[in-house]
Nanobody, 117 residues
Framework: QVQLVESGGGLVQSGGSLRLSCAASGSMFRIYRMGWYRQAPGGQRELVAG???????NYADSVKGRFTIGRDNAKNTVYLQMNSLKPEDTAVYYC???????????WGKGTLVTVSS
């Protein structure tokens, strides 16, 4: 089992940048496939960026070229660098870990990102 804690959210002006972090506790961080999701007010939770089982990355079309996902296995941490932020990026951002063997999903509690125009 893994526990996830997101940080780095906040209020930023349009065009600004934020870096989100997701710290994972527990063992065997390497065997979890990590991803970032977001949920805007009144909206559904959607994938923002994630790692595939093969280690490649995928992004929502709306964030391609602006957001970058990274992970540091030595620190049990996954990051989301967000540049050129737009008001429509406003949402609660969640970190998700998927166990590569049994497919179990684990979620953090989320961190709020607010982008003002």
């Amino acid at each position: 089992q893994v526990q996830l804690v997101e940080s780095g959210g906040g209020l930023v002006q349009s065009g600004g940048s934020l870096r989100l972090s997701c710290a994972a506790s527990g063992s065997m961080f390497r065997i979890y496939r990590m991803g970032w999701y977001r949920q805007a007010p009144g909206g559904q939770r959607e994938l923002v960026a994630g790692f595939t089982s093969g280690g490649t990355t995928n992004y929502a079309d709306s964030v391609k070229g602006r957001f970058t996902i990274g992970r540091d296995n030595a620190k049990n941490t996954v990051y989301l660098q967000m540049n050129s932020l737009k008001p429509e990026d406003t949402a609660v951002y969640y970190c998700k870990a998927t166990h590569e063997l049994d497919g179990m999903d684990y979620w953090g509690k989320g961190t709020l990102v607010t982008v003002s125009s």
